[in-house]
């Protein structure tokens, strides 16, 4: 490849939608020139940042959207058959990008679901309300990324999950994932 790709080009390389071929001849083009390196590096910095954006509950469809598009997800089950608190474990490796958390529970009657995370020592931190819930899989999808490592520093956060009916809020559990971040 002798002149420079278009942006659209570079955007592509990152989503990973050019073909082999296309990405390892913008791939050779990008060593010899200075200017679509340069460009190439702040395209690095917008694609995290925009990945930075995934929110903390999401759908099965925004999983499979997010996995459609290249991202490596890793989902583990965490089944409230193991009361008071179900618990698993999740470890970032190097092949993955994204944790999700599926919380099973009988969610089927719920008009909405909140979802609390509380630290540890069970202080509250966040309340997120009306997050997005498959009533039929009975499952509330967390997503853990890798910037997320830092947040709570005393130990794996506690997520209870809510449910809401006719306006009256009752609380379905607690779950545990242990974080394994190396």
Request: glycine letters at 6%.
């Amino acid at each position: 490849m002798n002149e420079c790709p278009s942006y659209e080009t570079l955007v592509a390389l990152w989503a990973g939608e050019l073909d082999e071929r296309a990405a390892e001849a913008v791939d050779e083009h990008l060593f010899g020139c200075e200017a679509c390196a340069a460009e190439t590096a702040r395209l690095a910095t917008v694609v995290g940042a925009l990945r930075e954006k995934i929110p903390f509950v999401i759908s099965r469809a925004h999983r499979e959207r997010l996995e459609a598009a290249g991202m490596r997800v890793q989902v583990t089950e965490v089944d409230r058959s193991t009361p008071p608190v179900a618990s698993a474990t999740a470890r970032f490796v190097a092949d993955v990008d994204l944790l999700v958390f599926a919380l099973r529970a009988d969610v089927s009657d719920a008009d909405r679901v909140d979802v609390e995370l509380a630290s540890p020592t069970g202080t509250p931190r966040y309340l997120v309300e009306d997050v997005p819930f498959d009533r039929e899989a009975g499952e509330v999808l967390i997503a853990c990324q890798r910037h997320f490592e830092g947040m709570f520093p005393d130990g794996d956060p506690i997520f209870t999950v809510h449910a809401v009916q006719a306006g009256e809020r009752r609380t379905i559990g607690d779950y545990v994932v242990e974080h394994i971040w190396r």
